[in-house]
């Protein structure tokens, strides 16, 4: 049977506004996003999410089959479909509002995985995110673990509990991407170099960081790579993020580093070859930024790109 990866975490509605108008709705949620990205470059994903049999849920997994995301059982029995209110400043950023419960119970229907990705809301908010962070255990034994935490501060009521969260998280964590913001809120008295470099030491074995516009670096046992930012037309900066997290998932896959069995392999990951996944996942992230909404690139999209 073919590897495959296994997401975990939400998936919602995003209600997008520029200007006070709602100018659009997009399927999305951090953990959604990367499981299609990973999909659309030809990856075999489970996703493991909490939505509701409803109007804005069946559109949900409309999305995911159009992808070629395998929806785990029981993921539609939310009693409604969470909601992300994007408000789109004149840069594209976006500031969210949330409609969201997240639970999860039992162990998934799905194949052991070669990889389990996590991030989000889905590691924070009760009461799905204990379950997460022991689905996250128990597939530790045989897969990459990889996670974002993609701060959402809408929803964190209690900031020191969120932190010794992603903490404990870290340290189960083989595989971690942040953004240079998420960096700030977890520590302001740090920077986000200090804060990757002091993360590395907790078990991880790469720690990427992303800038924006500044391109993004990462650390690793053998020191650290930067890339800059692939120049394009910005539309919206929705998704960006995941991007880069399916394309640094995917680049490491093509590496043959995923997987316990490799997770020596990885933790010794050369430079040269950081680099060269760190310039994958930054060209994924470019491609997301020039479409509304959370449209991550397929394989040739970003095969033609990179030529």
Request: net charge negative.
């Amino acid at each position: 049977m073919s590897p495959r990866a296994l997401v975990i975490g939400e998936a919602l509605i995003d209600i997008v506004e520029r200007g006070g108008e709602v100018t659009g709705e997009h399927v999305g949620g951090s953990p959604l996003n990367v499981a299609v990205g990973l999909a659309r470059l030809g990856r075999g994903v489970d996703f493991l999410t909490h939505i509701g049999d409803d109007e804005r849920g069946r559109r949900i997994v409309e999305h995911l089959n159009a992808s070629g995301v395998q929806l785990v059982a029981g993921s539609t029995s939310a009693a409604r479909t969470p909601t992300a209110r994007a408000m789109l400043d004149d840069a594209g950023s976006a500031r969210y509002e949330f409609d969201i419960e997240w639970e999860l119970s039992g162990t998934p229907e799905a194949s052991p995985p070669l990889v389990a990705h996590t991030g989000s809301i889905a590691t924070v908010l009760e009461p799905g995110c204990l379950a997460t962070a022991a689905l996250l255990d128990a597939y530790q034994v045989s897969a990459t673990v990889t996670f974002d935490p993609n701060i959402r501060t809408a929803l964190i009521a209690y900031a020191d509990a969120a932190r010794n969260r992603i903490d404990r998280l870290v340290e189960r964590a083989d595989v971690i991407k942040a953004s240079d913001e998420d960096l700030r809120w977890i520590d302001p008295n740090r920077t986000p170099k200090q804060i990757a470099r002091s993360w590395l030491e907790l078990g991880p074995s790469i720690v990427a960081v992303t800038e924006g516009d500044q391109g993004a670096f990462a650390v690793c046992a053998a020191g650290s790579a930067r890339v800059a930012a692939v120049p394009v037309e910005v539309v919206d900066t929705v998704g960006a993020g995941d991007a880069f997290m399916a394309g640094l998932i995917d680049a490491l896959w093509d590496h043959g580093l995923l997987g316990a069995e490799n997770r020596q392999h990885l933790r010794h990951i050369r430079l040269d070859a950081l680099h060269a996944v760190l310039q994958t996942a930054a060209l994924s992230s470019a491609l997301t930024v020039t479409r509304a909404g959370a449209d991550l690139p397929d394989r040739a999209t970003r095969d033609a790109a990179a030529d």
